[in-house]
């Protein structure tokens, strides 16, 4: 089944520490793929998106995301996490070949930080 | 810049009442989205619009409808409310540049159900 898969649930790191969040897709063409961000109670901030080109994206607040083909995955990675960063991370697509230009939102990841 | 506009920001309505959302788009974006966001839930689309005709439908319930104005703004209306509608509903507008898609969303419409 087509779908955006975000194999952790919750991670938690400290402070400083690096990070890289895990997104997986399965749709037969590349799709558009983002990366969001969302505070508690919050509305959904775009931290980085992909269409085509280079395959490493850089994003705001440090982040960057590197699409790789062979793997059907969009990572998201920072290298040094800040306390502030804590908040519910999701990956979302746009399937292309399927005549939709909607989001599909993965599960969404739980990033904790530790001081 | 002029961002993606919905009220209210927060609703609180009784089980089987009726609730209407509303949402402004940016100016020249020519498609509304409306996604619902669960507790601990990831978004789930309901239902777009494209140049004032409904482009794609999604999970949205039978007791929901929607619709877009002339003036391009787009009302969520849900009836029969449930415990269950109690969510987070954004809104977004997207163009397309070239070929690229640049979507905006909303602060969302916090709705509860008591």
């Known amino acids: 089944a087509q779908s955006v898969t975000q194999p952790d649930i919750h991670i938690t790191v400290s402070e400083g520490a690096s990070l890289e969040l895990r997104c997986n897709y399965s749709?037969?063409?590349?799709?558009?793929l983002f990366w969001y961000v969302q505070s508690p109670g919050q509305g959904l901030q775009l931290l980085l998106k992909?269409?085509?080109?280079?395959?490493l994206v850089q994003g705001i607040k440090g982040f960057e995301a590197e699409f790789k083909r062979s793997q059907s995955s969009f990572n998201l990675r920072k290298p040094s996490v800040h306390w502030s960063d804590a908040a519910e991370y999701f990956c979302?697509?746009?399937?292309?070949?399927?005549?939709?230009?909607?989001?599909?939102f993965g599960t969404g990841t739980r990033l904790q930080v530790f001081p | 810049a002029a961002g993606v506009i919905q009220s209210p920001r927060h609703l609180i309505k009784e089980k089987r009442e009726t609730a209407t959302l509303k949402c402004y788009p940016i100016?020249?974006?020519?498609?509304v989205y409306w996604y619902q966001q669960g507790p601990g839930q990831d978004p789930q689309f309901l239902i777009s619009?494209?140049?004032?005709?409904?482009?794609d439908k999604g999970s949205i319930p039978d007791r929901f409808s929607a619709q877009q104005f002339s003036d391009y703004h787009s009302e969520l209306n849900m009836s029969s409310l449930e415990l269950g509608d109690s969510a987070l509903y954004f809104c977004?507008?997207?163009?397309?540049?070239?070929?690229?898609?640049?979507?905006?969303f909303g602060s969302g419409t916090r709705l509860t159900v008591v």
């Open positions: 619009f494209y140049e004032k005709m409904q482009s």
């Open positions: 977004a507008s997207s163009s397309a540049e070239g070929q690229e898609i640049r979507y905006t």
């Open positions: 749709y037969g063409a590349t799709p558009y």
């Open positions: 100016p020249r974006h020519d498609t």
């Open positions: 992909y269409f085509s080109g280079d395959t």
């Open positions: 979302a697509v746009v399937p292309l070949s399927y005549n939709t230009d909607k989001l599909i």
